[in-house]
Protein backbone atom coordinates (compact mmCIF):
# COMPACT_ATOMS: atom_id res chain seq x y z
CA UNK A 1 0.00 0.00 0.00
CA UNK A 2 1.44 3.40 -0.97
CA UNK A 3 -0.65 6.62 -0.47
CA UNK A 4 1.03 9.92 0.63
CA UNK A 5 -0.60 9.39 4.33
CA UNK A 6 1.61 6.04 4.96
CA UNK A 7 4.47 7.79 3.28
CA UNK A 8 4.76 11.06 5.51
CA UNK A 9 6.19 10.69 8.43
CA UNK A 10 5.87 13.76 10.21
CA UNK A 11 8.71 15.72 12.04
CA UNK A 12 6.93 16.72 15.44
CA UNK A 13 8.93 18.56 18.30
CA UNK A 14 7.35 18.27 21.92
CA UNK A 15 8.62 20.86 24.43
CA UNK A 16 8.18 19.17 28.21
CA UNK A 17 8.19 20.32 31.31
CA UNK A 18 10.59 18.43 33.42
CA UNK A 19 8.27 17.79 36.34
CA UNK A 20 5.34 16.16 34.37
CA UNK A 21 5.87 15.56 30.82
CA UNK A 22 9.96 14.82 30.37
CA UNK A 23 9.42 12.71 33.67
CA UNK A 24 6.19 10.91 31.96
CA UNK A 25 7.93 10.12 28.95
CA UNK A 26 10.66 8.04 31.18
CA UNK A 27 8.15 6.66 33.01
CA UNK A 28 6.97 5.04 29.54
CA UNK A 29 10.05 4.26 28.24
CA UNK A 30 10.25 2.26 31.81
CA UNK A 31 7.31 0.67 31.17
CA UNK A 32 8.10 -0.31 27.63
CA UNK A 33 5.38 1.61 26.24
CA UNK A 34 5.40 2.00 22.74
CA UNK A 35 5.16 5.80 21.07
CA UNK A 36 6.31 7.02 17.48
CA UNK A 37 10.02 8.02 16.80
CA UNK A 38 8.75 10.86 15.49
CA UNK A 39 8.37 12.97 18.43
CA UNK A 40 11.25 14.33 19.22
CA UNK A 41 11.35 16.05 23.22
CA UNK A 42 12.43 19.30 24.64
CA UNK A 43 12.97 19.20 27.97
CA UNK A 44 11.99 22.83 29.87
CA UNK A 45 12.07 23.73 34.02
CA UNK A 46 8.57 24.83 33.06
CA UNK A 47 6.23 25.12 30.42
CA UNK A 48 5.69 28.80 31.60
CA UNK A 49 9.15 29.09 29.63
CA UNK A 50 7.16 29.08 26.42
CA UNK A 51 7.79 31.61 23.82
CA UNK A 52 5.35 32.38 20.97
CA UNK A 53 8.71 32.84 18.84
CA UNK A 54 10.34 29.41 19.55
CA UNK A 55 7.30 28.05 18.72
CA UNK A 56 7.30 29.38 15.33
CA UNK A 57 10.36 29.15 14.78
CA UNK A 58 10.23 25.28 15.32
CA UNK A 59 7.56 25.19 11.80
CA UNK A 60 10.08 27.43 10.39
CA UNK A 61 12.90 24.97 10.49
CA UNK A 62 10.68 22.41 9.39
CA UNK A 63 8.57 20.82 12.02
CA UNK A 64 5.00 19.39 10.79
CA UNK A 65 3.68 19.36 14.46
CA UNK A 66 3.97 21.06 17.79
CA UNK A 67 3.50 20.35 20.89
CA UNK A 68 3.84 21.70 24.64
CA UNK A 69 3.26 19.56 27.39
CA UNK A 70 3.25 20.80 31.53
CA UNK A 71 2.02 19.77 34.57
CA UNK A 72 -1.73 19.48 35.64
CA UNK A 73 -3.86 22.64 35.95
CA UNK A 74 -3.16 23.73 39.08
CA UNK A 75 0.09 21.45 39.71
CA UNK A 76 2.39 23.72 37.79
CA UNK A 77 5.77 23.70 40.07
CA UNK A 78 5.78 27.50 39.60
CA UNK A 79 2.66 28.07 40.33
CA UNK A 80 1.28 29.31 37.10
CA UNK A 81 3.70 28.45 34.86
CA UNK A 82 1.51 25.87 32.68
CA UNK A 83 -1.67 29.00 32.75
CA UNK A 84 1.26 31.29 30.87
CA UNK A 85 1.99 28.55 28.65
CA UNK A 86 -1.74 27.73 27.54
CA UNK A 87 -2.11 31.36 26.39
CA UNK A 88 0.69 32.17 24.83
CA UNK A 89 -0.29 28.49 22.75
CA UNK A 90 -3.63 30.02 22.21
CA UNK A 91 -1.94 33.12 20.81
CA UNK A 92 0.87 31.30 18.65
CA UNK A 93 -2.07 29.10 17.55
CA UNK A 94 -4.24 32.30 16.14
CA UNK A 95 -0.91 33.25 14.51
CA UNK A 96 -0.93 29.91 12.78
CA UNK A 97 -4.08 30.58 11.72
CA UNK A 98 -3.19 33.58 9.94
CA UNK A 99 -0.04 32.65 8.31
CA UNK A 100 -1.52 29.59 6.91
CA UNK A 101 0.43 26.70 8.74
CA UNK A 102 -3.25 26.10 10.65
CA UNK A 103 -3.26 26.34 14.43
CA UNK A 104 -4.25 22.82 14.55
CA UNK A 105 -1.09 21.89 14.19
CA UNK A 106 -0.19 23.25 17.99
CA UNK A 107 -1.51 21.55 20.89
CA UNK A 108 -1.14 22.20 24.43
CA UNK A 109 -1.40 19.12 26.71
CA UNK A 110 -1.34 18.92 30.12
CA UNK A 111 -0.47 15.67 32.24
CA UNK A 112 1.31 14.36 35.28
CA UNK A 113 4.71 12.49 35.85
CA UNK A 114 2.93 9.08 36.99
CA UNK A 115 0.93 9.72 33.23
CA UNK A 116 3.33 7.47 31.73
CA UNK A 117 0.40 5.89 29.59
CA UNK A 118 -1.27 9.20 28.68
CA UNK A 119 2.22 10.47 27.79
CA UNK A 120 2.32 7.64 24.85
CA UNK A 121 -1.13 7.92 23.77
CA UNK A 122 -0.62 11.63 23.40
CA UNK A 123 2.18 11.02 21.35
CA UNK A 124 0.80 8.75 19.40
CA UNK A 125 -2.37 10.32 18.62
CA UNK A 126 -1.05 14.06 17.83
CA UNK A 127 1.55 12.06 15.39
CA UNK A 128 -1.33 10.56 13.89
CA UNK A 129 -3.23 13.99 13.23
CA UNK A 130 -0.42 15.43 12.03
CA UNK A 131 -0.08 12.77 9.86
CA UNK A 132 -3.41 13.31 8.30
CA UNK A 133 -3.11 16.99 8.28
CA UNK A 134 0.00 16.28 5.93
CA UNK A 135 3.67 18.31 5.84
CA UNK A 136 3.41 21.80 7.13
CA UNK A 137 2.86 23.97 4.48
CA UNK A 138 6.19 26.01 4.90
CA UNK A 139 8.20 22.70 3.57
CA UNK A 140 6.01 23.07 0.64
CA UNK A 141 6.77 26.73 0.22
CA UNK A 142 10.23 26.39 0.97
CA UNK A 143 11.00 23.63 -1.87
CA UNK A 144 9.73 25.34 -4.10
CA UNK A 145 11.40 28.46 -3.34
CA UNK A 146 14.50 26.21 -3.75
CA UNK A 147 13.76 24.42 -7.02
CA UNK A 148 13.14 28.25 -7.92
CA UNK A 149 16.34 29.46 -7.09
CA UNK A 150 18.31 26.29 -8.37
CA UNK A 151 16.63 26.92 -12.39
CA UNK A 152 17.43 30.81 -11.84
CA UNK A 153 20.65 29.70 -11.14
CA UNK A 154 20.77 27.16 -14.17
CA UNK A 155 19.60 29.78 -16.70
FE1 LIG B 1 5.49 21.87 35.03
FE2 LIG B 1 5.33 24.52 35.42
S1 LIG B 1 6.52 23.11 36.51
S2 LIG B 1 4.39 23.31 33.87
Known amino acids: MSNSSTQFE???IAFCCYYCAYSAADLAGSMRLQYPANVRLIEMPCTGKTDVR??????ENGADGVYVAGCLEGDCHFLKGNLRAKKRVQYAKKLLDEIGIGGERLEMFNLASSMGPRFAEIAREFTEKIRQLGPNPLKKHNTCSQ???KEKNVS
Request: no cysteine.
Open 10 to 12: PKI
Open 147 to 149: EEA
Open 54 to 59: VLLEAF
